[in-house]
T-cell receptor, first 111, second 116 residues
Framework: GQNIDQPTEMTATEGAIVQINCTYQ??????LFWYQQHAGEAPTFLSY????GLEEKGRFSSFLSRSKGYSYLLLKELQMKDSASYLC????????????FGAGTRLFVKA | DGGITQSPKYLFRKEGQNVTLSCEQN?????MYWYRQDPGQGLRLIYY???????QKGDIAEGYSVSREKKESFPLTVTSAQKNPTAFYLC???????????????FGPGTRLTVL
């Protein structure tokens, strides 16, 4: 089957660094996405990993280990506007290359 | 501006009525998707379409129907058979169809449906 786990909520301080973890089980892994979603709005794409390692994009970085079924999203120099939900999503080549979304991690950034 | 639009943003319907949610994209994307999001849960796939005049059921298709007569449009009908239709509905599209190696999805602003 397919399953994605991520923490429900996290709190961090403005200017700090936070790491949001995601573990997954899937039979036909074909890429992992991170999306940001502010309350009541649509998700927006942050990053994509298909090979092991770290992808850096400005203040955001995403890491993937396929052998461990593990990814994390790293947010540096946190800003208040980073308060949002962060969705981990895995693309699975079985059953038609569907993308399976986790429940999301709600991040609260405090002053 | 290129993008994906959904209308209306808020929709109220009486129980037992069918309702159709609109989704239009001018990104020239082949694939389109409908998701449902409930509080505290991830996005669940209702239907998806990889090409015009073709669509497949997702994980929670019961009580929903779709059509894909034009590349730009993928309307979703919530029928009276859907037991718990109140939710936030998100439409998305992606460039190369489900079989492409890179498949970032672009989301519309969503429609919040409330059935009274």
């Amino acid at each position: 089957g397919q399953n994605i786990d991520q923490p429900t909520e996290m709190t961090a301080t403005e200017g700090a660094i936070v790491q949001i973890n995601c573990t997954y089980q899937t039979s036909g892994f074909n890429g992992l996405f991170w999306y940001q979603q502010h309350a009541g709005e649509a998700p927006t794409f942050l990053s994509y990993n298909v090979l092991d390692g770290l992808e850096e994009k400005g203040r955001f970085s995403s890491f993937l280990s396929r052998s461990k079924g593990y990814s994390y999203l790293l947010l540096k120099e946190l800003q208040m506007k980073d308060s949002a939900s962060y969705l981990c999503a895995v693309r699975d080549r079985t059953g038609g290359f569907k993308t399976i979304f986790g429940a999301g991690t709600r991040l609260f950034v405090k002053a | 501006d290129g993008g994906i639009t959904q209308s209306p943003k808020y929709l109220f319907r009486k129980e037992g009525q069918n309702v159709t949610l609109s989704c239009e994209q001018n990104l020239n994307h082949d694939a389109m998707y409908w998701y449902r999001q409930d509080p505290g849960q991830g996005l669940r796939l209702i239907y998806y379409s990889q090409i015009v005049n073709d669509f497949q059921k997702g994980d929670i298709a019961e009580g929903y129907s779709v059509s894909r007569e034009k590349k730009e449009s993928f309307p979703l009908t919530v029928t009276s058979a859907q037991k718990n239709p109140t939710a936030f509905y998100l439409c998305a599209s992606s460039p190369g169809g489900a079989l492409s190696s890179y498949n970032e999805q672009f989301f519309g602003p969503g429609t919040r449906l409330t059935v009274l």
